[in-house]
């Protein structure tokens, strides 16, 4: 007859074996095998034990520190685990599982670990130490990750137009402006490649699909493009005197209403702004016409500059 006081008892709560007085046994078995220098009998005792008594956390990290020690990486880990899954977790069973996870690259299960530790002794040295190794770890293969990326995507973008399969129209007017490669290709619009004669709606179709197997699309590198104009400039009038220009604001060129919301939609503040973009994307602006273009070109002409030319 069951002795077990009923209010112990929650409805739905799993039953969780335990035979403290048979775990005991084989717990004293295993250390008089570990003692005499066979640690497989000290294992084998061990997993009685803890089949025995399912919630002794101490047997439990006994148990996989013997596995660790014998390379039963996996089954160590998996004891670990267990081991800490009833408060209060065993300090050196946290501290050893999340060495097992950084050896592994589980960087965020380890500094899980550690974690706990240090919330509940801040000063603990091994668990301070182990987690700056921890995030000096993770910080470092975050950084290569980066580099690696960061090589892969230049080295794509630095890949000839030519090394795909395009239409002869499309390979001779992306020669003719000029764009070599995938990073040309992608600081260009469709409104700038649609401009260029010879050059159709079938031919951007095909460049369009083509970039799209590489997971790029027109007019990602823009901004690039830009940069690279504004620099260009800079340099072209450097030791000149005439560097000033590119700072003054649109607003001096008093453009009309429509020309001057058209830049405004393209976040063009200055003239070193406005000399980066390209007829074909001024022209891309909704009510923006041959007649605003060729009064900002006209403009800008008076400072003895002109828009950017895509084969430039």
């Not at 592994?104 to 668990?127: F, I, S």
């Not at 003054?248 to 976040?267: G, P």
Request: aromatic share 4%; proline share 2%.
């Amino acid at each position: 007859m069951s002795t077990a006081n009923p209010l112990d008892i929650v409805i739905g709560a799993e039953e969780v074996k335990r035979d403290a007085a048979a775990a005991a046994k084989h717990v004293a078995a295993a250390e008089k095998a570990e003692a005499s220098g066979d640690r497989l009998a000290a294992i084998a005792e061990l997993r009685k034990a803890v089949a025995a008594d399912q919630t002794s956390g101490d047997t439990m990290f006994r148990l996989a520190y013997l596995l660790d020690l014998a390379g039963d990486e996996d089954d160590a880990v998996d004891m670990y685990e267990r081991s800490i899954e009833r408060p209060p977790a065993p300090i050196n069973a946290l501290l050893n599982l999340a060495v097992a996870y950084e050896d592994r690259g589980d960087w965020a299960k380890a500094e899980r670990c550690l974690r706990q530790v240090l919330d509940t002794d801040p000063n603990h040295p091994r668990a301070r130490l182990y987690m700056k190794d921890v995030q000096a770890s993770r910080g470092m293969v975050m950084e290569d990750d980066h580099e690696r990326d960061k090589f892969k995507r230049s080295a794509l973008l630095d890949t000839p137009v030519t090394d795909f399969e395009l239409s002869v129209r499309a390979r001779t007017c992306l020669k003719k402006m000029n764009i070599r490669t995938l990073g040309d290709l992608v600081r260009t619009s469709e409104a700038e490649l649609l401009s260029y004669k010879n050059f159709g709606e079938q031919s951007l179709v095909e460049i369009k699909n083509m970039l799209a197997t590489k997971g790029l699309r027109l007019g990602q590198g823009r901004d690039e493009a830009h940069r690279a104009a504004r620099k260009q400039m800079i340099d072209q009038f450097r030791g000149t005197g005439k560097e000033a220009v590119l700072n003054k604001s649109v607003s001096e060129l008093n453009l009309s209403v429509r020309a001057r919301k058209a830049l405004q939609l393209l976040n063009i503040h200055t003239l070193g702004d406005l000399i980066a973009h390209t007829e074909a994307e001024l022209l891309g602006v909704k009510n923006f016409g041959a007649t605003s273009l060729n009064e900002v070109k006209a403009k800008l002409a008076e400072y003895n500059l002109s828009l950017r030319k895509i084969d430039s």
